[in-house]
């Protein structure tokens, strides 16, 4: 009998899907996974992977087994195809086949648009990781190394859930996409990855805590909505990835948060009152309220891109066909097809920025990234409780939609972080205010110094509250290998 | 009915609000507004399914309370509330909410008293679940086996009991303890009190990724609970309460070095011990070296299969006392033999020690161990006291 719970180490690959007597599968899963270990143990420095790094892995993907903490070596992390549990008599559940039993196969007619949307998230996956690979030389802790390590790992683990969808599912086209998700690289010139926002590398810390918030955050959103798509083994996959993406939220958002209480720490007990006496705050070391303002700007504006376009025939076929839904689809209560429902988006019609309704189908996009921003607000709201409780008179906010696009409506146009339509040499003037510069950067990258005594942390950012599994605050979350 | 309830709550400056705990939770129990995820007491069954999908660890909180936080209480919160003065009536500790748990504490605490001081955990040891299960709400387990470990002659019947649990969630880490409830009443009418068990398998599973437990059990003579598990028969259905023990623990550190030592039936956590090291090899870098001291070769529990464990993954030092025509030995005297490779394993920070068995051991082993350091150079108390704070220095004894 099938254990669709715990996992199975019966193959080189921890499942619970049964590879052991799919062998079709089994052995192309085996074949791409000589290159998927050649890719993990070029990317991260070398001293990393013999280090022991208290990871958590999943046993079991219900509740009690999925969070196993232990000490392991990166490149011996249990990598594996993990699925949620099956939902009895799951049905579609929006667009033109909604209530109609769920697919287990998938439709010939949506083939190559489910073999698109799989692709570019999971182009995303490992793109991230290296991204992020130099980060652990200048770790301000070892815990913070740690949770590096763990989004690494669980991105990796998320290539290998797209990989698996597309060896099961889709014949030789699946595999020859999954050997190009490790062809491609994050910044290369042949071959980079498919989104811009992932070419980039994550230069510093705060970077990475912002990318955590808010670029994984719209990772979160499309994997919600793929979460609810009538394709119930892209459903179950994400599902479970959900799971290990709240991770990824965690150490973004306290990443900030622990930056920025350190800085209104370090501000009060060297009597600095003004949040924009930059030079001040930052001959102690620490990255000012203001340059955290100008990373968040930057950061949510990027992460808006990946959304698209305010209005997207893609999006609408997509919805139609019952391949991706809304953002918590099963908690709406309206008749899940939109056929006649309007929503309103941003758009720029005469020189002006203006609210208008447009076909819900068509808007699609829009409402996932409204989703996304209302997300997104809440920890900024809690960033601004930590930086009230220190009595310090500053506010971060979330910039307006069209500042800083790339892509949309907005995109051709310059505009204020409030939103204001202005001119280029406006824009020019104060650019350096809105988005860091690159003595902003220089500044934080001058900070990046690593701390790799157990319980000791970086200058510039505070201790957690509590520790990763609940350990004591001086844990060796890494036991460095030491050559 | 102002008995105090122990009440689940999250704490809001921590809890990020990914509302993964509300997406898993069986019962619906956590909602959430602008503002908070909160947890709703008159649902929550306490099945801790929220535990470990909790990114944060914002959802491990708990607090006694006479009436619980409504929900409107819960989404006000900018901060979770101190516990408030009811335990301090309740009490000396937060453990004062529940007679069962308290008196089980107590057993413990009287066990550990050997250690010279207030026990500690160690540091790296996994977080021990404790009290899932009471006398109102025992768990059903059925016993799954009964071996007799001891051979017919020698006079001591200790058994290996294996208790499965079916689909209850009973987790246990290696050294922890639980309790039976032996049926019928004592004499005053009563139902009986549970006896508590050390459990003698790792933490998953006397069977790998099993849901079942081992116990080592000792038939003593009118022992109402140890005649009543030592006769149970396969498919025999048994209550049990617990898990108990919050330090008696192993270091989650594969570099940590064990020193065990034991008579009897105190055997059982370090055959939990010992098979989760096991399981857990890759990596393991710190070496286990027990003392395991019995009457005779035939009266030691697990003495076939304990001498099949590789000596490098485990030192063995088996000291029996009644082997015709030959001294007397005890696991002090085989301690005073080793005491170069016990005096390195004191200096070193990694070392744990744990002592577990009669009561009579103790005074023997402490003064093996005083000797030992001693002619070092280390103040045994002080050097006992700086182990037993930092949760490197265990003693359960009874």
Known sequence: MLDLINVSYDTQIPNNVGLSSDKRVLKALEKWHPGYINWWNDLIPQNFQKSLVYLRTAVSVDPKGWAKFDYVKMPEYRWGVLLAPQVEDRRIPCGEHAGEPAWQEVPGEYRSLMRRLIVIQGDTEPASVEQQRFLGLTA???????????????????????????????????????????????????????????????????????????????????????????????????????TEEAHHMFVGETGVGRTIERTCEVMKANGIDDPYDIEKIRSFGVIDLPTIQKKLNLHYTLSLDLFGQEVSTNAANAFNAGIKGRYMEHRLTDDHKLTNDTYTVWDF????????????????????????????????????????????????????????????????????????????????????????????GDYIQSLMKPVTEPGKYADWIAAPKVGIDNKPGDFEYVKLYMA | MNKPLKQHLIDPEICIRCYTCEMTCPVEAITHDDSNVVIDAAKCDFCLDCIPVCPTGSIDEWRFVAKPYSLDDQFGWAELPAQGEIVAAGGDDAEGGDDLQAAMEALLAEAHKGAGGKAKAPATAAKPSVNLYNLGKPAVAKVQGNFRLTSDESGSDVRHIILDFGSQHFPVLEGQSIGIIPPGTDANGKPHLPRLYSVSSPRDGERRNYNNLSLTVKREDKGVCSNYVCDLKLGDEVQVTGPFGATFLMPDDPSARLLMICTGTGSAPFRGFTMRRQRAAAGTSGDMVMFFGARTPDSLPYFGPLNKVPERLLKKHLVFSRIPGVDKEYVQDRMMVEQEAIADMLADPRTHIYICGLKGMEQGVEHAFKNIAESTGMPWEATRDVMRDEGRYHVETY
Not at chain 1, 162 to 169: P, Q, S
Not at chain 1, 414 to 420: E, K
């Open chain 1, 349 to 440: 019609e005469d020189g002006k920025v203006v609210r208008k309704e447009v076909p819900a189908l068509t808007a699609i996009n829009m409402r996932l990234r409204d989703d996304y921003s209302r997300d997104a607000a809440g920890g900024v709201g809690r960033w601004n409780k930590i930086i009230e409780k220190s009595g310090i008179q500053f506010e971060l906010t979330l910039p307006h939609e069209s500042f800083n696009r790339k892509i949309g409506v907005f995109s051709n146009h310059l505009f204020d972080p409030q939103g204001n339509l202005i001119s280029g040499a406006e824009y020019d003037a104060k650019v350096g205010e809105w988005l860091p510069t690159h003595a902003d």
């Open chain 1, 140 to 242: 301000p802790s070892l815990y913070d190394m740690r949770n590096l390590f763990q989004v690494n790992v669980e991105e990796g683990r998320h290539l290998w859930a797209m990989v698996y969808l597309l060896h099961k599912y889709f014949g030789a086209d699946g595999r020859e996409e999954a050997d190009d998700l490790l062809r491609r690289q994050s910044g290369s010139e042949e071959a980079p990855r498919m989104l811009g926002a992932f070419n980039e590398e994550t230069p510093d810390w705060l970077s990475f805590f912002m990318f955590t918030y808010f670029t994984d955050r719209d990772g979160k959103m499309q994997l919600e909505a793929l979460a609810q798509s009538g394709f119930d083994p892209l459903s179950r996959t994400c599902r479970f990835m959900l």
